[in-house]
Structure formats: C-alpha cells, structure tokens
C-alpha cells in the first residue's frame, strides 16, 4: 500500500490503516452496538484518523459515520 505521495507504508503502518477501515466500517454497517459501544468506537476512529491524515493517506470524512 502506498500513499498519496507513492511511498510505501510499513507493515506497521498498512496494520494502523486496516484497523480504521475496519471500525470505519463496522460503524457504517452496524446497528446492534450498545451506545457506549458506538461512542468508543468513534473516538477510536477519530485517533487512527489522525493517524491515517498524517500517513498521507485518504481517510475520507468522519462526519459520514455520525462523528
């Protein structure tokens, strides 16, 4: 995987990126998560955001999945 800038991630850092498309993406899809369970999961993703921005990739916008 490589970023906007064509440099190649680590495998650390290919690892962070699957973890926020991940949360990212049971948020979108889930309905079931208990409200303490939604809201921590959202504050997870809003710190591998900043994670994913400072890797110079996409991260999209958090406020799609109710940030």
Do not use: H
Not at 16 to 26: A, K, P, T
Request: hydrophobic residues 45%; glycine residues 8%; charged residues 25%.
């Amino acid at each position: 995987m490589k970023n906007v800038m064509g440099v190649e991630l680590s495998e650390s850092e290919r690892t962070l990126v699957e973890c926020y498309q991940g949360l990212v993406r049971v948020l979108k899809d889930s309905k079931e998560l208990a409200p303490f369970e939604r809201r921590n999961a959202l504050k997870a993703v809003a710190a591998l955001w900043q994670v994913v921005n400072g890797l110079d990739l996409d991260p999209g916008n958090i406020y799609e999945i109710g940030a």
